[in-house]
């Protein structure tokens, strides 16, 4: 099956930093989706880019599906910014169906 | 309501007990998931129904019974677990097509004791 990597695994921000999330993934894909966990589980949809880029107030996110990696841009990051942050493609490439293939995560702390 | 929605919110049962976690999607979708997410792990795909019909099982224990009375609700029944098997247990829904976007539930925090 296909295989996502996220870097860095954690990520220790100022208020008011930036930051740069990577998701590479092993096979072409036609969905990808960025998620944000907050302390209490609950899955946020940041994004659905299968290619492009788009952006949502202090966060973008870019995805080169012929490279076969997203980045998730967070700029002025705030401590509400605080969590899990996981992209996940389609289980086994190519055709979505709705399996969803998620990688390990960053965790990211933004401390006041 | 909006979205979707899971209930309990958390769960303590014990090994012997029986009881289900509900989940109820307002979007409008055909295709619904259980994941589990264990501590420190990424989410793990469960089971996907697609208008009512199970489409997958990814190799679940027969301790954990799903079912899908219509579109809009599935419930994961649960019995006998095991103490390994407390996780956060999250709910998905989206269009069942290729390349569809999915929403997940707040989740069930469930804990065996």
């Known amino acids: 099956g296909i295989q996502v990597e996220q870097s860095p695994p954690d990520l220790i921000l100022q208020e008011g930093a930036n930051s740069t999330l990577r998701c590479n993934f092993s096979d072409s894909v036609n969905n990808l989706q960025w998620f944000h966990q907050n302390p209490w589980g609950q899955l946020i949809n940041l994004f659905y880019i299968p290619s492009g880029t788009k952006q949502n107030g202090r966060l973008s996110a870019t995805t080169v599906a012929t490279e076969r990696y997203s980045l998730l841009y967070i700029s002025s990051s705030q401590t509400t910014d605080s969590g899990v942050y996981f992209c996940a493609v389609p289980w086994g490439g190519g055709t979505s169906y709705g399996k969803l293939t998620f990688g390990q995560g960053t965790i990211l702390t933004v401390h006041p | 309501e909006t979205g979707v929605t899971q209930t309990p919110r958390h769960l303590v049962m014990g090994m012997t007990n029986k009881k289900s976690l509900k989940c109820e999607q307002h979007l409008g979708h055909n295709a619904m998931y259980w994941y589990k997410q264990s501590a420190k792990k990424p989410l793990e795909l469960m089971f996907v129904?697609?208008?009512?019909?199970?489409?997958e099982n990814n190799s679940v224990p027969s301790r954990f019974s799903p079912e899908c009375p219509n579109s809009s609700h599935l419930f994961l029944h649960l019995h006998t677990l095991q103490p390994e098997d407390s996780a956060l247990y999250l709910c998905?829904?989206?269009?069942?097509?290729?390349?569809?976007?999915?929403?997940f539930g707040p989740g069930t925090r469930l804990t065996v004791t």
């Open positions: 129904y697609n208008f009512k019909e199970q489409t």
């Open positions: 998905a829904s989206s269009p069942f097509r290729e390349g569809s976007e999915q929403y």
